[in-house]
Nanobody, 122 residues
């Protein structure tokens, strides 16, 4: 029933910007907490950023807080990951997730997208 589909991945050059999209179906975005993760080859999955469906509160990892932003459009059931000043170290599979944010803004994930590859070349 619940499905998350990412789009917008690809290859970009260092310093460029890229926006990923996540289409949510089976749930309404204004009652669902959403987030983004990434996993580079040989590394663990890393939390990036999340947003509360009801309040709009956000949580962002310190490593990307100056470059990554999350946004959503409730009417379209779309969530976006806006990335700027991309570096080769940002190369990874990026995954959209749906779940619940705690009071301390920790996202407990109930559903995962399949992931989409972002490659940043020097």
């Amino acid at each position: 029933q619940v499905q998350l589909v990412e789009s917008g991945g690809g290859s970009v050059q260092t310093g460029n910007s890229l926006t990923l999209s996540c289409a949510l179906s089976g749930r309404t975005l204004d009652t669902t907490d959403m987030g983004w993760f990434r996993q580079a080859p040989g590394k663990e999955r890393e939390f990036l950023i999340a947003i509360s469906g009801r309040t709009g509160q956000t949580a962002v990892a310190a490593s990307v807080k100056d470059r990554f932003t999350i946004a959503k459009d409730n009417t379209k059931n779309m969530v976006y990951l806006q990335m700027s000043d991309l570096e080769p170290e940002d190369t990874a599979v990026y995954t959209c997730a749906a779940g619940q944010l705690s009071r301390v803004l920790i996202l407990s994930v109930d559903y995962w997208g399949k992931g989409i590859l972002v490659t940043v070349s020097a």
